[in-house]
């Protein structure tokens, strides 16, 4: 039979590697790819070739002059059930989780709410251009099928898996270790490797998980290699405090993770602002991943991560949003805000720097560098058409002052958001 075959024409840009910290601007520094009015040829959901001439006749073509063709976004950490609180009112994250976020995640144990909330999570995803998540879902078992079920029918890139939550939680929304390890199981049988799924063992962060609990999510994950792990860690000064007095024997709050096996290479932990040198040693040993949510840092009071000063230490890093922590789902508002945190460290991010974070840069931190987050063969075409701007607009009028490819991507990432958004395809298939 013939293959699926599709050509998208427009100014293509993508990022082979992070560009070096200190590189020149005037020119794209080196692991920039900007390819403008350049082909996209795919086939069968996977791009084949990319090339400055028109295809042949066999090709159906869309071409989308002038617009900016990126990867898709990819959101290291994000919450499902969190979309019901967002941009919540007046509390640091102790509080915050107790006053908002454990009740909206309780109205999940319905399998109808779940099903509605992960089908209106994902569309509003793909409406911020973000293709593949690592997803919170809640602590039962059926938001993990909602949410994978909703997906598969988008033919999204989806990690998740349900949240372990044995003690410090509100009834109806505790497990113990024997439903967490029966759950787990059952959902890592069903899901992990169907399609574009994956499974994530889910700690939601150390101070409700009982130990017993933190050693089922270490076996979980190294009797499953390809499975990913993901938490939350050394987010805010009294969650810090509070974990100190839960495990009086740890090292530090990385060290109850590092001693129950939960770091490593597929492991992403939200934040970590609160680290010392021991801590980041250990992250480096063991290649674990930070995911940097600096909306949500900001919003919650959380405190300031140093972007640069990890990655000089030679920590793996990735970009998230957080929501609802963090206050938009997306990424130019995400990388907007990854510039100002740096910058009150004296610190600067350029936009083709937050740019690879938001695509290539999170696809590998996933390990996922293959696949997702790059405009080349053997990807797949999950691939955003975005404008530059909506004329008679303030970007439009600072565009028109721009003469460099970086001062035109800076000023898009500051002032542009999802509503520049013209069209998403997932693996090859146009969906908005
Ligand atoms: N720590 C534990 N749970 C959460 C959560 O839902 N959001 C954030 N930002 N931090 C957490
Ligand atoms: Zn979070």
New binding site residues.
């Given amino acids: 039979t013939e293959p699926r075959r599709l050509a998208l024409r427009g100014d293509l840009l993508d990022f082979i590697h992070a560009p070096p910290p200190d590189a020149a601007l005037d020119a794209p520094p080196p692991g920039v790819r900007w390819r403008p009015d350049h082909w996209l040829l795919i086939e069968d959901g996977r791009i084949v070739a990319v090339q400055a001439e028109a295809p042949d006749a066999r090709w159906p073509r869309d071409e989308r002059p002038g617009r900016l063709l990126l990867p898709g976004f990819i959101d290291t950490h994000v ?1 499902a059930p ?1 979309l019901d609180v967002i941009a919540s009112y007046g509390t640091e ?1 102790l509080d915050w ?1 107790n006053r908002y ?1 454990f009740p909206a995640e309780k109205a999940w144990a319905d399998p109808a709410v779940a099903a509605a909330g992960s089908a209106r999570f994902l569309d509003q995803l793909l409406a911020h251009g973000t293709t593949a998540a690592l997803v ?1 879902p809640t602590v039962h078992k059926g938001s993990v099928d909602a949410l994978f079920t909703a997906a598969e029918a988008r033919g999204m890139r989806l990690i998740t898996g349900k949240c372990l939550m044995d003690r410090h939680a509100p009834e109806g929304l505790r497990d113990t270790v024997a439903e967490a390890e029966r759950d787990s199981l059952e959902l890592i049988q069903r899901w992990h490797g169907r399609g574009r799924n994956a499974y994530a063992h889910t700690v ?2 150390a101070p409700t998980s009982s130990e017993a609990q933190l050693d089922l999510a270490g076996a979980l994950l190294a009797a499953h290699p390809s499975s990913y792990l993901q938490t ?1 860690v050394a ?1 805010n000064r009294a969650e810090v405090d509070w974990v100190r007095q839960l495990f009086p024997t740890a090292r530090s709050y990385l060290g109850v993770y590092e001693r129950h096996g939960l770091l490593g290479p597929r492991s992403t932990l ?1 934040h970590g602002i609160w680290l010392d040198d021991n801590d980041r040693a250990a992250l480096r040993a063991t290649g674990s991943v930070i995911a940097h949510s600096p909306t ?1 840092n900001l919003f ?1 009071g959380s405190g300031l991560f140093d972007w640069r000063g990890r990655a000089a230490e030679g920590v793996r890093l990735s970009i998230a949003s ?1 929501v609802g ?1 963090g206050v938009s789902l997306s990424l130019q508002r995400t990388l907007a805000a990854a510039y100002q945190v740096a910058a009150l460290q004296g610190q600067r991010l350029d936009a083709f720097t937050l740019l690879h974070a938001a695509t290539a840069g999170n696809a590998d931190s996933l390990q996922l560098g293959h696949e997702i987050g790059r405009l080349e063969p053997g990807c797949v075409a999950d691939v955003c058409c975005w404008r530059w701007a909506d004329a008679g607009s303030v970007l439009d009028h600072r565009l028109g002052r721009a003469d460099s490819l970086h001062e035109r991507l800076f000023a898009w990432l500051m002032l542009g958001d999802e509503r520049l958004l013209e069209a998403v395809w997932v693996a090859g298939t146009q969906s908005t």
Avoid: I, K, V
């Fill in positions: 919450h969190q994250l989780l976020t919170f939601r962060f939350h987010e939200a949500s919650l957080d922590g």
